[in-house]
Nanobody, 115 residues
């Protein structure tokens, strides 16, 4: 089992910044990938940014140039720096962890951007 603990959400004004953190613990293998997804009310969960097994970073078009994903392998942690936030970024943000045969989701952290 793998446990994920997220932090860093909150309320921010349009144009502001937030940094989300997600730390994984438990039975972790050396080959794993992590990423961030979000779900707004009434909508499906969608990709925000993720690392792939091939070492590529994928971003949703809506966040390119504003959000940056990074990770600290020694801490099994992934971060999401969110700049120039917009009201449409309001959602619950989820951390996802994948390794061979398994995937895990964090509990979610609320990000609210006021206009």
């Amino acid at each position: 089992q793998v446990q994920l603990v997220e932090s860093g959400g909150g309320l921010v004004q349009t144009g502001g910044s937030l940094r989300l953190s997600c730390a994984a613990s438990g039975r972790i293998f050396s080959s794993n990938v992590m990423g961030w997804y979000r779900q707004a009310p009434g909508l499906q969960r969608e990709l925000v940014a993720r690392f792939t097994y091939g070492g590529r970073i994928d971003y949703a078009d809506s966040v390119k140039g504003r959000f940056t994903i990074s990770r600290d392998n020694a801490k099994n942690a992934v971060y999401l720096q969110m700049n120039s936030l917009k009201p449409e970024d309001t959602a619950v943000y989820y951390c996802k962890f994948m390794q061979i045969g398994s995937e895990y989701w964090g509990q979610g952290t609320q990000v609210t951007v006021s206009s």
